[in-house]
């Protein structure tokens, strides 16, 4: 008979995040190449990049709702088949719309690696769940890094974007062959029962939480979305500030064990909020090399963000199960996904406001840059105050934890 072998599934798990992970880099690097020969604006490209986060939570509600009938391994199948065609129709894409096709497919793709994997690495590792899927998430700043240097020396080559996208078939190939010679476990020790998972949705801790992801998502991501549109002219290399983040992000999501543990969950969210917005103001301010200073701290402040939300879940609303894990990744998405456009329509109105003050060309570019990250702080600001109404709550709501997981066994 053949035996599970977690270290395997642990590994293509990380594998398919890479793929996650660098279609957002390389997205973010192309960006302004897209603009060019498709003539399309700023407010269109927000739309274009809205469809990743669009069709990430259409997978994950939908995925978190199957876990339980058609198990991880099918969901892989799933994001293994939308990244196939979405890298492909992306590649052969002939203007906006069909961009915007091939973007939603790699969406759909994106969230089904995170609907699957999530609660099999949580069922996998029961004892250290939020260690453990901190650990999985290394990758995606991982993937980041990797897809940004891959963006940035390819359009330093000269090698067009279609190249740069091509890229990414030869993970998802890795990582297909894994899912389809892998035997996967069933679920032991997450709440399978979906009617259960359902009802358990109504806790108010987590409908707090869903309320707190749509703003730590959109503080981690639009920044780093836009950062080769906002950061273009301002003299910092934007590739090298993503490369910077999303390393910083790898190796504080490495080590988070001992961190969660000293502080748990509540007090890393509270400090991550706390610095997130100093991070973002100083973004806003900092000129040329000060900018990567502001960019580590940007990075040490959102890298607890989203494994630890998707944690949190599994810990302090474990009766939710892999439902409640896939509607917290959701949430966040979806909201990243609203803001994406509106973000894109409020820099081209920073950008006219600029050169209608007198302002031209590169100076306008980073005077409208600046006055959408000013914006971008009320995100974090107001996590600072809703993590902190948590953290002041810390002792009843750890109390109320171990009484529901000692009721449960």
């Known amino acids: 008979m053949e035996q599970i072998n977690k270290n395997k599934l642990f590994v293509a798990a990380c594998i398919s995040l890479i793929v996650t992970s660098m279609t957002f880099a390389i997205r973010a690097g192309i960006l302004t190449q897209l603009g060019v020969d498709f003539e399309i604006n700023n407010t269109q490209l927000g739309y274009i990049n809205s469809m990743a986060f669009l069709g990430f939570p259409i997978a994950m509600l939908v995925g978190g709702f199957l876990y339980n009938s058609i198990g991880p391994k099918n969901l892989l199948i799933i994001a293994f088949i939308g990244h196939i065609l979405g890298l492909l129709l992306t590649i052969f894409a002939g203007g906006f719309w069909s961009l915007i096709i091939s973007t939603f497919f790699i969406g759909v793709a994106n969230g089904s690696v995170e609907a699957a994997c999530n609660p099999m690495i949580a069922d996998m590792y029961t004892n250290n769940r939020t260690a453990m899927l901190n650990k999985f998430h290394v990758w995606f700043p991982g993937g980041l890094v990797i897809g940004s240097l891959v963006s940035k020396f390819m359009t330093d080559a000269g090698m067009g974007w279609q190249l740069q996208i091509a890229t990414m078939l030869i993970p998802t190939a890795i990582y297909g062959f894994l899912i389809f010679t892998q035997k996967f476990p069933k679920s032991e020790n997450i709440e399978s029962d979906t009617s259960l998972n359902i009802k358990a949705l109504a806790d108010p801790l987590f409908l707090f939480m869903i309320l707190c992801m749509t703003l730590t998502a959109t503080s981690e991501f639009i920044p780093q979305q836009w950062v080769e549109t906002i950061l273009g002219s301002s003299g910092a290399s934007p590739m090298l500030v993503l490369a910077l983040v999303t390393g910083i992000m790898a190796l504080g999501r490495f080590f988070a064990g001992p961190l969660v543990h000293r502080l748990n969950p509540i007090g890393v969210l509270f400090m991550s909020a706390i610095i997130t917005a100093s991070a973002i103001y100083f973004m806003s301010v900092a000129e040329g090399s000060m900018i990567y200073v502001a960019a580590a701290l940007f990075a040490l402040g959102v890298c607890y963000f989203w494994p630890t939300m998707i944690g949190f879940t599994s810990e302090y609303t474990h009766k939710t199960g892999a439902l409640g894990m896939s509607l917290m990744g959701g949430a966040g998405m979806f909201a990243v996904s609203i803001w994406n456009p509106i973000i894109g329509s409020r820099l081209d109105t920073e950008k006219a406001t ?43 709501i750890e109390k109320r934890r171990l009484n529901s997981h000692v009721e449960t066994a």
């Open 354 to 396: 600029a050169l209608a003050s007198g302002l031209v060309g590169e100076v306008a570019d980073i005077a409208a840059g600046r006055a959408v990250l000013g914006f971008m702080v009320f995100f974090p600001l107001a996590l600072v105050l809703l993590f902190g109404i948590l953290f002041a709550l810390r002792q009843k």
